[in-house]
């Protein structure tokens, strides 16, 4: 994947409000229901979801600014010199799916991934001689899964998706940490931060069962709605004539755009709850919310700012109170 700050067309120096800013814009314009007639949308706006999933949260990108994790957010697994990041079962470049094994799984016991033992590899490792100073010297040290256990073989992945994809469902692709890419079934109504198993479909080492691929499921930020749980929430932009004069404005809901009802001398801020239009989840529909956004006309305007000058004087009010 490119480097998430030229997918956003943002410098690294870049505040937070203008990666924001820049990913709204590009949102809005790759989305793939604005280009149904281009093939490369559906991609592009993946993988501009995915860098603002890096660089739009705070942590995720002092982690990629230190090179701790690549732009696809997977650690860069900072090795042992001299080996090579080669041999054993791993996830990916470099040792961080190897583990130390003492005995009672097949081949005995011993480092799986490596031909001889578990002394043999801690003599090349501390340059020891006799296996009793070197065991003394492995004393110093903790490996993973001490007590020493059966080989960790599940492989973990993220998988973002659109608030449409999450809505209907999809079939999407995914790269596993191993290098494998496979399709992977988005049913309708998934959650962020849901766990999709896929059996099988982690690593392998003789003697045991394959591991599972373990999917986390993250939906990508809308350009239009907001997710509060099962509920959807947006601003609505209205013009000063339609609050105080009430009328019907249409609303965009993932069904489709409905019309409201504005009471007069509508307040900005005042929210109005669509029923039944929010996201279907867990066996539970949630609704959407619409917060009224008083918009007045671009430039300066004579008429309105006579009329309000008049108003000024004539009906004066403090929105404000006493504060």
Same mark, same amino acid.
């Given at each position: 994947m490119r480097d998430p700050y030229d997918v956003l067309g943002v410098p690294k120096s870049a505040s937070a409000g203008d990666i924001k800013s820049a990913f709204r814009k590009l949102a809005k314009k790759l989305h793939p229901d604005a280009n149904k007639n281009d093939p490369k949308a559906a991609t592009q706006f993946a993988e501009l979801n995915s860098a603002y999933e890096i660089v739009g949260d705070e942590d995720k990108r002092k982690q990629f600014d230190r090179g701790e994790i690549d732009a696809e957010g997977k650690p860069r697994f900072q090795g042992f010199e001299g080996f090579g990041g080669r041999g054993g079962a791993r996830g990916g470049n470099g040792f961080e799916q190897f583990h130390f094994r003492t005995g009672g799984g097949p081949g005995g016991g011993g480092f799986q991934g490596f031909g001889g033992g578990? @002394?043999?590899? !801690?003599k090349g490792v501390f340059g020891g001689g006799g296996g009793g100073g070197t065991r003394a010297r492995a004393q110093q040290f903790e490996f993973e899964g001490s007590p020493f256990a059966e080989p960790t073989l599940d492989v973990n992945a993220t998988l973002t998706v659109s608030?449409?994809? #999450? =809505?209907?469902? #999809?079939?999407k692709r995914v790269r596993l940490p191993t290098g494998k890419e496979l399709n992977v079934r988005i049913p309708a109504g998934v /959650?962020?931060?849901q766990q999709i198993r896929l059996k099988g479909q982690g690593q392998e080492a003789p003697g045991y069962r394959p591991g599972d691929a373990l &999917? /986390? =499921?993250t939906i990508a930020p809308h350009p239009v709605f907001r997710l509060d749980g099962n @509920? *959807? $929430? &947006? @601003? !609505? #932009?209205? /013009?000063?004539?339609? #609050? =105080? *004069?009430?009328?019907k404005v249409r609303v965009p809901t993932l069904q489709g755009a409905v019309e409201l009802a504005i009471p007069r001398n509508t307040t900005s801020g005042r929210t109005f709850r669509l029923k039944g239009k929010g996201l279907s989840a867990k066996g539970a529909t949630g609704d959407l919310f619409a917060t009224v956004r008083i918009a007045l006309p671009d430039g300066a305007d004579a008429d309105l700012e006579a009329l309000m000058r008049h108003w000024q004087a004539d009906?004066?009010?403090?929105? $404000?109170? @006493?504060?």
């Open positions: 578990l @002394d043999d590899l !801690l608030l449409e994809e #999450a =809505v209907n469902g #999809a079939q /959650t962020s931060g &999917i /986390t =499921v @509920d *959807l $929430r &947006i @601003d !609505l #932009a209205v /013009t000063l004539y339609e #609050a =105080v *004069l009430g009328g009906k004066p009010y403090n929105p $404000r109170g @006493d504060h």
